[in-house]
């Protein structure tokens, strides 16, 4: 049973960092293999993809608001992924979700809040 767990969220000030993780357990292949997605959803508004991040850890920003902020990496050994935020903007308020297919299925961890606010 695959299980996604995301963590690192919390109330930042504008101009703040956090770094998100991602911690896989129960894929069917090694986690590298696999390409782990980014989204967010803010209140009101569709699920997002910001960032993929390959098996061997090069990343790709899909929001251009978060290009030059955000950088995805990982750890293959111990299957986990991140996501280093910098320069927080209010609009990036949102749940943060991690995600996988595995086997044709897509996989989601529970969310982590991220609130920047002054």
């Known amino acids: 049973q695959v299980q996604l767990a995301e963590s690192g969220g919390g109330l930042v000030q504008p101009g703040g960092s956090l770094r998100l993780s991602c911690a896989a357990d129960?894929?069917?292949?090694?986690?590298?293999?696999?390409?782990i997605s980014w989204y967010r959803q803010a209140t009101g508004k569709q699920r997002e993809v910001i960032t993929t991040i390959t098996g061997s850890g090069d990343f790709t920003n899909f929001a251009n608001s978060v290009q030059g902020r955000f950088a995805g990496s990982r750890d293959n050994a111990e299957s986990v992924a991140y996501l280093q935020m910098n320069s927080l903007k209010s609009e990036d308020t949102a749940m943060y979700y991690c995600s996988v297919v595995d086997r044709g299925t897509r996989h989601w961890g529970q969310g982590t809040q991220v609130t920047v606010s002054s």
């Open positions: 129960g894929l069917t292949y090694s986690f590298s293999e696999y390409v």
